[in-house]
């Protein structure tokens, strides 16, 4: 059975890099300690296994996103599209809380092996080269895209980082 990601089409692909266009979305988030992700992955996880008002399991989706803001990190799980934002379960969590993301552009750069700091300054910075030469505005932070868990080898993990675009 496959894993369920958000629904989007590309509308460019060059090498490495894609212009999209997601579908709204709902995630459940968390604020995040490192990369490692051990404390907002853990409590989103808890979330989706019942930790919820409902005690409610939601399926895993990916990939797992953290958006890596100038001055902190958060942790990220998409909801299964079958819920509305009314159908989720409350958070049991006082850290964790729902939000609706809205239909978006969002430039992407996809790459593999593990992540690190340096490893994401250098495809961000080729993110944003790509995005400066096609005369788009990136909005908001990056955003880090997982879709392996931690146990798998390096040179098979997927990984993307992302940055909301405006390009007209």
Do not use: C
């Not at 579908?23 to 907002?40: M, W």
């Not at 934002?85 to 964790?96: E, V, W």
């Not at 005369?135 to 955003?143: H, R, T």
């Amino acid at each position: 059975m496959a894993i369920e990601h958000p629904s989007y089409q590309v509308i460019l692909s060059e090498n490495s890099f894609e212009l999209r266009s997601y579908e709204p979305l709902i995630v459940a988030i968390t604020d995040e300690d490192d990369l490692r992700g051990n404390t907002g992955f853990g409590e989103v996880f808890d979330y989706i296994q019942g930790n919820n008002a409902q005690r409610k399991k939601i399926a895993m989706t990916v990939p797992v996103i953290n958006e890596l803001k100038p001055t902190n990190m958060t942790t990220a799980f998409v909801m299964p599209k079958a819920y509305a934002m009314t159908d989720l379960p409350q958070p049991g969590g006082r850290r964790l809380t729902l939000k609706e993301v809205p239909r978006r552009k969002v430039a992407a750069i996809s790459f593999s092996g593990n992540v690190s700091s340096m490893r994401i300054q250098e495809k961000k910075n080729e993110l944003l080269d790509w995005i400066d030469t096609k005369g788009w505005v990136g909005i908001g932070s990056i955003e880090l895209a997982r879709y392996n868990p931690p146990f798998i080898p390096g040179f098979l993990k997927r990984n993307e980082l992302w940055i909301e675009v405006q390009t007209d």
